[in-house]
């Protein structure tokens, strides 16, 4: 429940129906499948394993396989690009906040509620949506100072199921309406034109990659929680992988069959999910319920993803310093809340940061953490040592070219493409201060291990008390 959680969030809800509608519908989700089980589900497996291994967080992982090699400082830069992640993920889950407690005031069905004011009065409000961005960056502190079984796995127990029945309730009320079916027959329709187009392999990479978080950090971090005879290829890999696509295609099910059956269009992006459907709900028969599971159910796969996100960091800065949890979760959730002010403030600057993080920030992680299982640890003692060891499903060799080659060079490919793509355009500047950040990042980061090894001994791995 706490790897599905963390995985599904905007991505699913939010960013796989609409870019299922820009890319082709059927056709886009057999490329989103196949890239998904070809390559975020080995890779959610290595990440997952390594962390069991070592039972360390991210820079103690690194330190453990790596030993004195230079490597060690990319592991910072993991933990860094995580927390940029973190900053303005932080705003969008109180969009998501937002929206749900309105959803329980009725505020949406008031006399002369106007969807589009409501939402611009509310974006373009910095104080709102600061403070939406301080309840939220609080309340996930306040969760994680619980630890991992009495925090989040209590979390997550209670909001995923209530969001998987939300979303099955949606899904039935949408279908039985005039038209609905309309959307369903739009979203599962292979349009194979597209399956030629490198923009919908390339779409249907960055779904498959962004909705499971692979190489965030997040899988290593949970798998350093668990125990020794766990099931890895199962639980971490095939498991939430399912888990995973299916609350995505829980989405498409809810939401194409309302679009389609009151005349939206499946391709508005963030004006689908809070100005488009918020007019939609008035007019079904119950509308108040429906709004009320729809964006509680949003919030809480946001939610349940931020946690994920936050506690790599909680858990790395409480194995690297003599601080307990409660100061590490204060100090982590204080840096994320002070980064993510200006993506709060501006969503101008929120885009920004999205661009350079999702374009090199996340597969620079990714390729760091794979390749420290490829070559480092060796794919092939991986799969011999953890995967295969008391698993229900048995891995074979076929595994390891894929965590050697196959997905480094995928991130090589994704840093590629952004910078070739962006050539020419608006973004263009944008692209050349992304990638100069990595390196900066990269060259300090090597540089302040070092100068941190030189002068600390390894702190032992702090345990989660019972918790």
Known sequence: MAMVGAMVGAGNIWRMPFTTGQNGGGAFLLAYVLLLFLIAV????????????????VIGSFKQVAGDSRFRGVSLVVVLVNIALMSYYAPIIGQALYYAVHSLLLTFFQPGFDATAFWESFAGSPLLMIGMHTVTVAAIGGVLLFGIRQGIERVVKWMIPFMVIALV??????????????????????????????????????????????????????????????????????????????????????????????????????????????QVFPELVGGQIWAMAFFLGFFFATFTSGLGITEVGVTTVAEETRLD?????????????????????????????????????????????????????GAERMRVLELNRNSDMF?????????????????????????????????????FGGIALMLALLAVSTVLMKFVDSRTESVPKATDGGN
């Open 395 to 431: 891995v074979g060799s076929w595994w390891n070219g894929i965590i050697k080659y196959v997905i480094p060079v995928v991130m090589v490919f994704i840093m590629a493409y952004g910078a070739v793509t962006s050539l020419g355009t608006e973004n263009e500047l944008l692209m």
């Open 325 to 377: 949890r409660r100061q590490t979760v204060a100090a982590v959730s204080l840096l994320i809340w002070l980064l993510g002010i200006p993506s709060a403030y501006s969503s101008e600057f929120l885009g920004q940061m999205d661009f350079v993080f999702g374009n090199w920030g996340l597969p620079l992680a990714t390729l760091a953490i794979i390749g420290l299982v490829g070559w480092k640890f």
């Open 169 to 278: 309730a949606i899904a039935i009320r949408g279908v039985t309406l005039d038209g609905g079916m309309q959307g369903l027959a739009f979203a599962f329709t292979p349009d194979w034109q597209y399956l030629v187009q490198g923009d919908t392999w390339v779409a249907a990479l960055g779904q498959a990659l962004f909705s499971t978080g692979l190489g965030w950090g997040i899988a290593l971090t949970y798998g350093s929680y668990l125990r020794k005879y766990d099931d890895v290829p199962l639980g971490a890999g095939v498991f939430t992988a399912i888990g995973n696509t299916s609350i995505g295609l829980l989405a498409i099910f809810a939401v194409f069959p309302v679009v389609f059956a009151f005349g939206l269009e499946p391709t508005a992006g963030a004006n689908l999910m809070f100005i488009s459907l918020v």
């Open 42 to 57: 080995p890779g959610l497996m290595a990440e997952t394993a390594l962390g069991r291994y070592t039972q360390k967080g």
